[in-house]
């Protein structure tokens, strides 16, 4: 490799993060060594009222080390391989991080969207994209047992239900009357919601979740999609049907205890 040749070199470290001027003086402290201010000065041409802010910006980051020398102050270039676990540290928080944003950036968008999700992490990607919608109850119509589908019991109990009972979210729900649905509805009290039972044969392959302006539909796991809609006057509309069904649907007629999970 050419050393006056490092177009390249800065291009690298610029994807790394650092900006033309930083890169250069990193780059000097690589060939320098243990280094004062004035040597990098001279190595790279730059002023020395230039340098030391950037040398000072370049040491919190954790690109340079400071220490002293019998005569002077001394920077030093950390190693490359130092450079590439930080970078590849980064970029494990932020991919930790990526779907939390994605949920944001969906809810905020400001305009009519429709977003798909497959599978356990799109299951449980939709459910965070309510809980952080500011919402303080949503309605659901569901078979009760379709959400089993797609994550275990415990996962609904301790991920879905723990986080809406945390965040005092009621869930409103109409679902077939079933011997185990009426399990699942004796759970109402203590799992914040409210069921109202419709006849045993009605159909209900796809869950129906509304919340605030937004309607997710979530199909059995055969076609494994959930499809959330952000529009007001989809919402309006799912809203109304829920709420005209919810009139003539059955109230259940007790509140004994029994344990038994699948609504959420």
């Not at 780059?27 to 020395?48: C, D, F, K, N, Y």
């Not at 999700?117 to 659901?140: A, C, H, I, N, P």
Request: with cysteine; hydrophobic share 40%.
């Amino acid at each position: 490799m050419r050393m006056d040749d490092q177009t390249h070199l800065l291009a690298g470290l610029e994807a790394f993060g650092l900006d033309k001027k930083e890169a250069v003086i990193y780059l000097a402290g690589l060939r320098l060594g243990p280094s004062s201010v004035l040597e990098i000065s001279r190595q790279t041409h730059l002023p020395r009222t230039t340098i030391y802010p950037i040398l000072e910006k370049l040491r919190e980051r954790g690109v340079f080390r400071a220490g002293k020398t019998k005569k002077k102050n001394v920077y030093t270039a950390e190693d490359p391989g130092v450079l590439d676990r930080k970078l590849k540290e980064r970029q494990t928080v932020f991919s930790q991080i990526a779907p939390d944003l994605e949920v944001i950036h969906e809810m905020y968008s400001g305009t009519p969207t429709m977003t798909f999700y497959e599978g356990t992490e799109g299951f449980k990607r939709m459910w965070k994209r309510l809980y952080r919608s500011g919402v303080t109850d949503y309605k659901m119509i569901t078979t009760g047992i379709g959400m089993l589908e797609y994550v275990k019991e415990p996962y609904l109990l301790k991920g879905v239900i723990a986080e809406r009972l945390e965040k005092g979210i009621r869930s409103f729900q109409l679902i077939p009357e079933t011997s185990e649905t009426r399990k699942i509805v004796k759970n109402d009290h203590k799992e914040l919601r409210e069921s109202r039972f419709l006849p045993k044969d009605v159909s209900l392959p796809a869950t129906i979740i509304i919340f605030g302006d937004e309607v997710a539909f979530m199909t059995t796991r055969k076609e494994n999609a959930m499809i959330l809609v952000a529009s007001g006057d989809v919402a309006v509309s799912c809203r109304t049907l829920f709420d005209l069904l919810w009139q003539v649907a059955k109230m259940p007629e007790s509140e004994e205890e029994v344990w038994g999970t699948g609504g959420a």
